[in-house]
């Protein structure tokens, strides 16, 4: 029995993966994964989505060259959500930032952007 025969997936075949920096265990975003995305980030060694947006398979860098390297995977006592510890080969947002997780909520409700942007997403993901 390999690692995705174990994980429990969702009604739609998806489980959420957390990654988080290997190095400082800073969260870097959250994606989800299919069977098969699973298995290709188990092969590959690199952190690979299953896109509910777009409908397709994303590997994480694939544009930007911010690929996610897997050091680590775990799921949780459930079985029905994965950590997965990586080492981001450049910022992890594709607005530019280390994290996705930037904007602080604020007591007043707003979200406050607490983080340098490391780069103008509007210069990498020329289209």
Same mark, same amino acid.
């Given at each position: 029995m390999?690692? $995705?025969?174990k994980v429990k997936?969702? /009604?739609?075949?998806?489980v $959420?993966?957390?990654?988080?920096?290997?190095?400082?265990?800073?969260?870097?975003?959250?994606g989800f994964m299919?069977?098969?995305? !699973?298995q290709r980030t188990l092969d590959?060694?690199?952190?690979?989505?299953w896109s509910r947006s777009r409908n397709k398979f994303w590997l994480k860098g694939e544009e930007s060259g911010n690929f996610l390297i897997v050091k680590g995977v775990y /799921?949780?006592?459930?079985?029905?959500?994965? !950590?997965i510890k990586a080492e981001p080969v450049g910022p992890t947002c594709h607005n530019g930032y280390e994290?996705?997780?930037?904007?602080?909520?604020?007591?007043?409700g707003? !979200?406050?952007?607490?983080?340098?942007q490391l780069f103008d997403p509007k210069e990498v993901y020329k289209k």
């Open positions: 390999q690692i $995705p025969d997936f969702d /009604a739609d075949g998806l $959420p993966a957390v990654i988080q920096d290997a190095n400082n265990g800073q969260v870097l975003m959250l299919n069977r098969e995305s !699973l590959e060694g690199k952190v690979c989505f /799921a949780n006592c459930y079985a029905d959500s994965l !950590l994290s996705c997780y930037y904007r602080q909520c604020t007591e007043d707003e !979200l406050e952007v607490i983080a340098e």
